[in-house]
């Protein structure tokens, strides 16, 4: 890392007791192999949007405490104005306070003529693989992430980030309060933007020809492997690109002018109503913008997820990343720094009596804590499909909720967590809950719904349930949760799953506080199921759930007798945890 001296500024579950231990890693040498990063570019738009999207939370929220610095940012500047370098240093406090890492991150920024039609260009300063700590062999990780999975510099002789920004264009807007002028681009949300991608959001495919290559189409480096973030891309049927078609081939050059690729993983489901995001991957191969962007039509102007578009409009002020594209970085490796949630009141799912308080603040959990007990239950997953036309729920309901927490992340969104138990002799499919947001005077503020991690639960048994608020309102005190409707009898395409055993073989907590759960999920049945997917539930010592969420195993699919692994990870820092419970489910065939 260098440092100018001018510029410095199966059914299956299975409960368990969480032990500590340290957290795993490759043992390679300390830098390991090294690449060349990756330029991508921001390309101005043809149109005036007068939109802006302001940093999620407001500093000034009610409620909301500033966000402390997650990560350590310094930048060398090369040529910028005062006004200039001010606008790029806003941008900085906005990244460095959504990321965490041990080792300093340091910015090469230079203002300098640049392309006719082109705002600014960055790329990781280099790739690296194998190197210590490295969590995959053979892939390549941006320097910048390199360095926080190592926990140090390992190459102290260059930079992380790259970064040039277009002198040449007389139309810049430097203030930093998104109330960009018609006729001018925000340099804040450029930045942003080129920032994202030298931390990682950057994919290494090049087309030759017909041809598609991964690796930057460097083909004398062996073996020819992926970028982390190549590992995100599927298509449209659900195939993994670098798994599905291979590099040399033009069979990949075919997908990645399709128009429909998409970024796929449990965390941007999650960012993403329960969908994988489409990417920018037009009929025609556009070397700097194809398949490192998210799409522009999916995600325009004004959208909260448009920052990592390949346009910027005239008028166009993004300032926040967006839930996509951090959850994009999380499934890469990085960690969103989470302050101990702050206790909420949670009130019952009929009317407007309280629960007992959910108190998720408590203390780190002790070393070798006592499980709870834990009721066998059944687990199936979460509806990553579009369900079929549910019932609506009968009077008084035969599915209730309990063990209901809420808390909000660093970000300003709000999770809802607990378990649907299903009170039917039989199974029910797409059990939806929906979660009612109030403020003091008892206002009803808005809704947002969620469907239980299982799709199909078996009479008698539960699931546990996310519900996820993004850019949540303001003023919000308390909530109700209530299931509003379920498929009942099961949808016929989605029975129970059973013979999806899991075992837990690591817990520890990361050096940032992040818990893991680390395992293999076996398919003793007879049938294949694919995207098999573990899902953890994660208990405080009052028995509610404060954290939840999964991972899919590794392969996706498992054939009778096959075993797949997982890494399911929480933010742990003072909730509280003593004790967690996995499901299992995966797609039929």
Do not use: C
């Amino acid at each position: 890392m260098r440092f100018s001296l001018g510029g410095l500024v199966a059914l299956a579950i299975i409960a368990g007791t969480l032990l500590v231990a340290g957290p795993g890693g490759h043992g390679f040498a300390a830098g390991g192999e090294r690449l060349p990063g990756t330029v991508l570019v921001l390309r101005e738009g043809p149109g005036e949007a007068g939109t802006y999207i302001p940093p999620q939370p407001p500093p000034s929220a009610p409620g909301v405490a500033p966000q402390a610095a997650g990560a350590t940012v310094v930048v060398n500047y090369t040529g910028f104005t005062p006004e200039a370098q001010a606008a790029f240093q806003y941008a900085v406090d906005i990244w460095k306070a959504r990321l965490t890492s041990p080792v300093t991150i340091v910015v090469d920024a230079t203002w300098e003529p640049l392309t006719t039609g082109t705002l600014g260009s960055a790329k990781a300063a280099s790739l690296r693989r194998n190197f210590t700590n490295a969590p995959r062999t053979n892939t390549w990780y941006p320097i910048a992430l390199a360095n926080k999975f190592a926990g140090t510099d390992i190459d102290d002789t260059e930079s992380d980030i790259e970064a040039s920004f277009n002198s040449t264009k007389s139309n810049w807007y430097f203030g930093t309060d998104g109330n960009t002028p018609v006729g001018t681009h925000d340099l804040v949300t450029v930045v942003l933007h080129e920032l994202g991608h030298g931390l990682g959001f950057s994919d290494s495919m090049v087309m030759i020809g017909t041809i598609g290559r991964w690796q930057n189409g460097n083909v004398t480096t062996t073996p020819v492997a992926p970028k982390v973030y190549d590992l995100l891309l599927y298509n449209g049927s659900g195939q993994q690109l670098v798994t599905s078609f291979g590099t040399g081939t033009t069979a990949l050059g075919s997908q990645l002018t399709s128009d429909n690729l998409f970024l796929d993983g449990p965390k941007i489901r999650a960012a993403n109503g329960g969908a994988p995001a489409k990417v920018y991957a037009p009929t025609y191969f556009e070397e700097g913008s194809s398949i490192g962007h998210l799409d522009e039509t999916a995600f325009p102007a004004g959208d909260p997820n448009s920052l990592m578009t390949p346009m910027l409009d005239r008028a166009e002020a993004i300032h926040d990343p967006g839930a996509i594209a951090m959850a994009a970085l999380e499934e890469t490796g990085w960690s969103v720094p989470e302050p101990p949630p702050t206790p909420h009141p949670v009130y019952a799912n009929r009317g407007l009596a309280p629960l007992a308080a959910k108190d998720t603040s408590g203390g780190p959990a002790p070393a070798t804590p006592t499980i709870p007990g834990a009721p066998t239950a059944t687990a199936t997953k979460t509806a990553t499909k579009t369900p079929t036309p549910p019932s609506t729920l009968p009077p008084g309901g035969a599915v209730t909720l309990q063990h209901v927490a809420w808390w909000t992340n660093s970000l300003g969104s709000i999770y809802v967590h607990g378990e649907a138990v299903n009170g039917l002799g039989h199974p029910i499919s797409f059990v939806k809950v929906t979660a009612s947001y109030w403020n003091a005077a008892n206002q009803l503020l808005g809704t947002e719904y969620g469907y239980a991690g299982l799709t199909t639960i078996p009479g008698g048994a539960d699931s546990v349930f996310t519900i996820l608020k993004t850019n949540p309102w303001a003023g919000i005190h308390h909530v109700t949760v209530g299931v509003t409707s379920y498929t009942d009898p099961a949808s016929a395409s989605y029975p129970p799953v059973t013979g999806l055993v899991a075992n837990v073989t690591n817990q520890y907590t990361d050096s940032i506080g992040w818990l893991h759960l680390v395992g293999t999920v076996t398919n003793t049945s007879g049938n294949t199921y694919k995207w098999v997917q573990p899902y953890a539930g994660f208990y405080n010592s009052a028995g509610d759930v404060v954290r939840a969420f999964f991972d899919y195993t590794d392969p996706t699919t498992l054939a009778p007798g096959q075993s797949g692994t997982f890494d399911i990870s929480v933010s742990a820092s003072g909730t509280g945890i003593v004790s967690y419970r996995i499901w299992v489910d995966g797609d039929w065939p």
